[in-house]
């Protein structure tokens, strides 16, 4: 199968290709602004990888780019959550409109199906009880999250008016290896990651606020099983299905690494919703059980590779 991961030199994008190498009818074309950045996936030697660069933009040539693929991942995003809301204009431009432009790149290009990774986290907004399932209102508070569901609706559209074939996952927060343990999302990675450096770990608010965190490997495992799957559905919560607060996180860091965390506290902000965490029963209805791995255990393997590849 031709697969291209379009933004495939990310963390997603890393385990994803890692995955995908272990099928050997897979041929996998990695996607990404710069050739630098899949220095780390290089290194792995993977068999049957091709690795592009192209600036991603509005105006590339996406119908070069897809030419005789059979599965695009849409991983592309150029912003997150925490700075969305700061120049939302200008996110919805590079965002939705150039989705757009590679759903009608894939429809002239008869690609067989589309896999785009939104946001659990950010989709469903505030005022709904948890856990969310799909048919949760989708009132997003951040700009962010109104771009997954905008793209996600684009995808129905074009079901709808070329039957473009899709799968939409609304993925909670991953983390694990190959996620950067200094950038701005993933709390278990930063943290854990801080913690074995003995740095200041930072958190907004009083460390209340619950989230779902998926190991990155469940959250691969969860994506394959959902792009090959037959299920009616196109649109599927992945992550553990129950909450985790922040404060929990920190404790089993300490517990699990027999490290003393240092953490400074600080003021809460309006982008983070206080209580997110899905319901994967649809997901677990038509392919069985997640058996997600345990906080403890990801935090386990993820400090495991830390040790080794940053040398700690």
């Avoid at 695009?72 to 969305?84: D, G, I, K, R």
């Avoid at 409109?97 to 589309?114: D, N, P, Y």
């Avoid at 950067?180 to 999302?185: E, F, I, M, S, T």
């Amino acid at each position: 199968m031709n697969i291209i991961i379009l933004g495939g030199a990310g963390f997603i994008g890393t385990n994803l290709a890692i995955s995908l190498s272990k099928d050997k009818y897979n041929i996998t074309q990695l996607v990404d602004k710069q050739l630098e950045y899949f220095v780390n996936i290089k290194s792995l030697n993977l068999p049957n990888m091709v690795y592009k660069c192209s600036p991603l933009s509005v105006n590339c040539d996406y119908d070069d780019l897809i030419k005789k693929q059979d599965v695009v991942y849409h991983l592309l995003s150029t912003t997150v959550p925490t700075t969305s809301n700061q120049h939302i204009s200008e996110e919805l431009n590079e965002n939705v409109t150039l989705s757009a432009k590679i759903f009608e790149a894939c429809v002239r290009q008869s690609v067989k199906k589309v896999v785009f990774i939104s946001s659990g986290g950010t989709v469903y907004g505030k005022e709904s009880e948890c856990p969310l399932n799909e048919k949760t209102p989708t009132n997003p508070i951040t700009a962010y999250g109104l771009q997954k569901i905008t793209i996600e609706r684009l995808l129905y559209l074009y079901n709808y008016m070329y039957g473009l074939d899709y799968r939409i996952i609304r993925l909670s927060n991953p983390y694990g290896p190959y996620q950067r343990p200094n950038g701005v999302l993933g709390a278990v990675t930063t943290f854990t990651y801080k913690a074995l450096k003995g740095e200041d770990i930072q958190v907004y608010g009083d460390g209340s606020v619950v989230r779902d965190f998926i190991y990155i490997d469940d959250a691969v495992k969860g994506i394959q099983t959902i792009v090959n799957g037959t299920d009616r559905h196109h649109t599927f919560n992945l992550g553990c299905g129950y909450g985790t607060s922040i404060k929990q996180v920190l404790d089993t860091i300490e517990r699990t690494l027999g490290i003393a965390v240092k953490v400074k506290y600080t003021e809460a902000r309006k982008v983070d919703v206080p209580v997110n965490y899905l319901d994967i029963t649809r997901y677990e209805t038509a392919y069985g059980s997640l058996n997600p791995l345990t906080l403890e255990e990801g935090i386990k393997n993820t400090a495991k590779f830390m040790k080794t590849f940053y040398e700690i």
